[in-house]
């Protein structure tokens, strides 16, 4: 199982089979559709970058294996993972400045409040 952190890595499906296996199968539709053809019918807000969207196909593909931050997986210099590390710390959970912490509030910002709430009380609960 994958650890973090933060708890985000804990419920992550990236190296999943069946979603690598969606993703793969979704390339190939865009490879073998001529979608370069019509994209340009959707200008503006209804269109979007096919090679991007491609190009984050192939990220996903290129990421097979991720073993989650405390194995070594996601960014290096991510400041939660940092900041972990550096107070020795299991996990946030167990900071007593978490309530008002700046690099939590990243995680929080990004709309996973729900999540964590639940892995939050998970952790309490174990502890």
């Known amino acids: 199982m994958k ?6 890595c804990d419920k992550c499906r990236l190296d ?3 979603f690598l296996e ?19 019918c959707f200008p503006g807000e ?19 294996e991720c073993p989650g931050c405390k194995e ?3 960014r290096e210099q991510c400041p939660i993972r940092r900041c972990a590390l550096r107070r020795q710390c299991a996990n946030c959970f167990e900071c007593p400045e978490l309530e008002t912490c700046e690099h939590y509030s990243i995680i929080f910002k990004e709309g ?5 709430h ?4 998970r952790v309490r609960k174990v502890q």
């Open 3 to 8: 650890e973090s952190f933060c708890g985000l």
């Open 16 to 18: 999943h089979p069946d």
């Open 22 to 40: 969606a993703v793969a199968r979704v390339k190939s539709f865009v490879d073998e559709f001529p979608a370069y053809w019509w994209m340009h």
């Open 46 to 64: 209804e269109g979007f970058s096919l090679p991007e969207f491609v190009k984050g196909l192939e990220w996903f593909l290129r990421k097979p």
């Open 72 to 74: 070594g997986g996601g």
């Open 112 to 116: 996973y409040e729900n999540y964590l």
């Open 118 to 121: 639940r892995f939050l009380l």
